[in-house]
């Protein structure tokens, strides 16, 4: 069964900084691969995904993303953030099999002024 | 505007009660799902259905019940036999049950058990 691992639960970083987070997937067969933002206290937001062709994925609010697929993985990067992106993110893995949709556990990205 | 919407937002029980989380959705999806959010452990998947009056048990659907009668509708029942049901509940829906398709989010109900 396909799982999803988010490496890191809490990245704080300053403000105008650059940040990575971090997602490998288990298998390496055909995936599709998404990433979902959190404000609190309300839904999950789509903010990319990868279904096939380019490996670099660009998505709303600045971020873009890596499919690796030697190294299955998907990693979450942003050049400068802003307090705004203050959120908690979940890396997302469909497993073609199920049609269903498994979550990592979340990384909470906290940007400081 | 198109979305999906539940209610309530926040919701007390005390123990030994059932309750009925509601969801709806405008946005004309054949798929809706149920998840459950607790700290530290993403969201699992407690039901979902892919059509009208049709439904499957996800990863953790003990103690949980669904009904999908409507195509805008999926409401949850958190029954007396969920041993643990305080958590943020958050119901999704896409176009279809397939593994590309993107699913949106409703804002949630935070079920808190007294």
């Known amino acids: 069964a396909q799982s999803v691992t988010q490496l890191d639960s809490q990245v704080p970083v300053f403000e105008e900084a650059p940040v990575e987070l971090r997602c490998n997937y288990s298998?390496?067969?055909?995936?599709?691969l998404f990433w979902y933002v959190q404000y609190p206290n309300q839904g999950l937001q789509l903010l990319l995904k990868?279904?096939?062709?380019?490996?670099l994925v660009k998505g709303i609010n600045g971020f873009e993303a890596e499919f690796n697929k030697s190294q299955t993985s998907f990693h979450l990067r942003k050049p400068s953030v802003h307090i705004s992106d203050t959120a908690e993110y979940f890396c997302?893995?469909?497993?073609?099999?199920?049609?269903?949709?498994?979550f990592g556990t979340g990384t909470r990205l906290q940007v400081f002024p | 505007d198109g979305g999906i919407t539940q209610s309530p937002k926040y919701l007390f029980r005390k123990e030994g009660q059932n309750v009925t989380l509601s969801c709806e959705q405008n946005?004309?999806?054949?798929?809706m799902y149920w998840y459950r959010q607790d700290p530290g452990q993403g969201l699992r998947l407690i039901y979902y259905s892919q059509i009208v009056n049709d439904f499957q048990k996800g990863d953790i659907a003990e103690g949980y019940s669904v009904s999908r009668e409507k195509k805008e509708s999926f409401p949850l029942t958190v029954t007396s036999a969920q041993k643990n049901p305080t958590a943020f509940y958050l119901c999704a829906s896409s176009i279809e049950n397939h593994s590309y398709n993107e699913q949106f989010f409703g804002p949630g109900t935070r079920l808190t058990v007294l």
């Open positions: 997302a893995v469909s497993d073609r099999n199920t049609d269903k949709l498994i």
């Open positions: 990868y279904l096939s062709g380019s490996t």
């Open positions: 946005l004309n999806h054949d798929a």
């Open positions: 298998s390496s067969v055909s995936v599709y």
